[in-house]
């Protein structure tokens, strides 16, 4: 299993945060497909861009996680728990949640919208959370004075069978979709899609595997460092860069071409 490294600092204001990368088979037999969705252009965060599933942690968010055994306070466990909680308000995907039928799944959200707290729901169905099927890959912690400062933690889980229909929390997000690593990234290539830069280097890093199993086979060769992205001068200009040693394939971006935020 992964171990995260804790950072020696953090930004001041640093949010926690989580995302969580779903991927599925895709009909063609390509790679995984994995889901996303667009964020609205009213959002103060990412306006108009193309992100993982994902947002802040909640307090009750460590209240669940302390329930399935994590210490008071833990981050990583209340990510994890976070990761599953805003999954389901965005997109209406149940994961990791193998106690929630797909017919009850519509009234979860809606009540976890209405603010209904997610820890009072599982202990009245007597449910647990699959945490453990969450593969933490990834933590970033941009310090971009053009956005808020997020310190998020990644993971990546199979999608889980479902029939429904997936819609955006329209509140946040107008618009949903499935799509490959590369064929996203081709998207942003050709101007039809926004990607902020942690997004385009993880849709990087996913597009050198073909699946889920694959990519968490990938994830546990690499330690969980604490990634700030730095300005550097390289090649006569300046360029965004991230650590070279974390699995990524792509580790810096003239930073005239790129978007924080």
């Known amino acids: 299993m992964n171990e995260i490294t804790p950072p020696s600092t953090l930004p001041d204001g640093a949010i926690p945060a989580a995302t969580l990368v779903i ?37 009750d968010d460590y209240v669940v996680a302390h329930r399935h055994g994590y210490t008071e306070g833990d981050v990583e466990g209340a990510a994890r728990v976070a990761a599953i909680r805003e999954t389901l308000e965005e997109t209406g995907l149940a994961v990791g949640w193998p106690g929630l039928a797909e017919k009850d799944i519509a009234g979860v959200r809606k009540a976890l919208l209405a603010e209904i707290l997610l820890s009072t729901m599982l202990e009245e169905r007597g449910d647990r959370l699959a945490l453990d099927s969450l593969v933490p890959f990834a933590r970033w912690c941009p310090n971009f004075k053009e956005a808020r400062t997020f310190d998020t933690r990644f993971f990546a889980v199979a999608a889980p069978p479902h029939s429904q229909e997936l819609t955006v929390e329209e509140a946040e997000h107008s618009h949903i979709f499935w799509a490959s690593a590369r064929d996203t ?9 926004s990607v902020i830069f942690p997004t385009r280097r993880n849709l990087e890093r996913l597009a050198q595997t073909p699946d889920f199993s694959s990519f968490s086979d990938h994830a546990g060769q690499f330690s969980i460092d604490l990634i700030t992205p730095w300005i550097e001068d390289r090649d006569g200009g300046s360029h965004l860069c991230i650590p070279g040693h974390l699995g990524y394939p792509v580790t810096s971006e003239p930073l005239d071409r790129i978007r924080r935020g």
């Open 23 to 59: 991927m599925r088979p895709a009909d063609d037999g390509g790679p995984d497909e994995i889901l996303m969705v667009k964020r609205s252009v009213k959002m103060a965060f990412a306006a108009g861009a193309v992100v993982f599933p994902g947002g802040r942690i909640d307090p």
């Open 185 to 193: 990234l081709a998207m942003a290539d050709r101007g039809e899609a």
